[in-house]
C-alpha cells in the first residue's frame, strides 16, 4: 500500500495478490490519510477513527464513514504505473 500526492489529490495504491487497485487516498469520514493506516487482508483501516474500507469495492464495511472510496482505472505499461483521474 503506497500512497501517492499529485495536484493536491491523495491517491492510495494498492497490490492486493499482485493485482494493483488505486483507490481516493482520503478517507470519506473525516479527511484522514488512508496510507497511513493499516492494510489487513483486503481492507485498509482509518488510523483516525478506525473505519474499515474494503479494497476491492470501495465500501465502507465499518463506521463511522459510510461513503464509498471512489475508484481510479489504473495500469502498468513498461513497468510504469499510470492512474486515470479524471473518468
Ligand atoms: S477520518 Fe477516517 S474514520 Fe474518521
Known amino acids: 500500500m503506497k500512497g501517492i500526492e499529485h495536484d493536491g489529490r491523495r491517491i492510495l495504491l494498492v ?3 499482485g493485482k494493483l487497485h488505486a483507490w ?3 478517507c470519506t469520514h473525516e479527511e484522514a490519510d488512508l496510507s497511513t493506516g493499516f492494510l489487513i487482508g483486503e481492507e485498509v483501516t482509518c488510523p483516525l477513527h478506525l473505519s474499515r474500507f474494503n ?3 470501495g465500501e465502507a464495511v465499518n ?3 459510510e461513503k464509498p472510496l471512489t475508484k481510479y482505472n489504473v495500469k502498468v505499461e513498461n ?5 486515470e483521474l479524471d473518468q
Open 15 to 17: 497490490n492486493l495478490d
Open 24 to 26: 481516493d487516498g482520503t
Open 55 to 57: 479494497l476491492l469495492t
Open 63 to 65: 463506521p463511522p464513514a
Open 79 to 83: 513497468n510504469e504505473i499510470f492512474v
